[in-house]
């Protein structure tokens, strides 16, 4: 299985709301990411899990909260979201030498995104 | 630091003619360099990657990168376009340390003429 998986495909939320966002993956990745991107934008980087441990944090706003419950699920949970993060929220995955030198797997596999949508 | 440059935020090419999407790279340590492509509304799929093994890269649907040091560059070609590779295609550089930051250019558009 190489494919990265994530629900929901569409999501409207108002700025009160409280969602989720789900990502999966079955190949034995270690290291997980979330992006954003805009239109005609690339991908933004947001957070990576390192073994289910937050390793990277890129000054995301507190509205967004990422979670690891196990080396395959990704989460990031969502509140009081403001109009202007409407945007798709991309998942990947990646093999990680867990600290030790590079090793050639550390392409990541992307999955299709979830479309937000804040009113 | 790293960071790549694409030169072209839109590249139209006819059916059939030579695909070339540019891409530069700056890098203080030996670089990963990556092309993905992007289909309307859909996640990345990476297309080719470059890592010290060969300096000309296969990737799927008929592309090709050559890594060019004195350059800097890694520069995306196609012999003959196709309507199917109308997308946004984005080059990227990473350390290639451990869960390290893959970071991408700003992309560029490709659309092909009939």
């Known amino acids: 299985d190489t494919e990265v998986t994530q629900t929901p495909k569409h999501l409207v939320m108002g700025m009160t709301n409280k969602k989720s966002l789900k990502c999966e993956q079955h190949?034995?990745?270690?290291?997980m990411y979330w992006y954003k991107q805009k239109a005609k934008k690339p991908p933004e980087l947001m957070f990576v899990?390192?073994?289910?441990?937050?390793?990277i944090n890129e000054s995301v706003p507190s509205r967004f909260s990422p979670e690891c419950p196990n080396s395959s699920l990704l989460n990031l949970h969502l509140h009081a979201l403001q109009p202007e993060d409407s945007a798709l929220y991309l998942c990947?995955?990646?093999?990680?030498?867990?600290?030790?030198?590079?090793?050639?797997?550390?392409?990541?596999?992307f999955g299709p995104g979830t479309r937000l949508t804040v009113l | 630091a790293q960071s790549v440059t694409q030169l072209g935020s839109h590249v139209s090419v006819s059916e059939g003619a030579l695909v070339l999407l540019r891409c530069n790279y700056s890098?203080?340590?030996?670089?990963?360099l990556f092309w993905y492509v992007q289909y309307p509304n859909q996640g990345l799929q990476l297309l080719l990657k470059?890592?010290?093994?060969?300096?000309l890269v296969k990737g799927i649907n008929g592309f090709e990168a050559e890594f060019k040091k004195s350059e800097t560059s890694f520069h995306l070609t196609k012999p003959s376009a196709h309507m199917s590779d109308a997308a946004e295609y984005f080059c990227?550089?990473?350390?290639?340390?451990?869960?390290?930051?893959?970071?991408f250019g700003s992309g560029t558009r490709l659309s092909i003429r009939p």
């Open positions: 899990y390192s073994y289910e441990k937050l390793s």
């Open positions: 990227a550089v990473s350390k290639g340390s451990s869960a390290s930051k893959i970071i």
């Open positions: 890098s203080s340590v030996p670089p990963y």
């Open positions: 990947a995955s990646s093999q990680d030498s867990g600290g030790g030198y590079y090793s050639s797997y550390n392409e990541q596999f």
């Open positions: 470059y890592t010290s093994a060969a300096t």
């Open positions: 190949m034995g990745h270690r290291a």
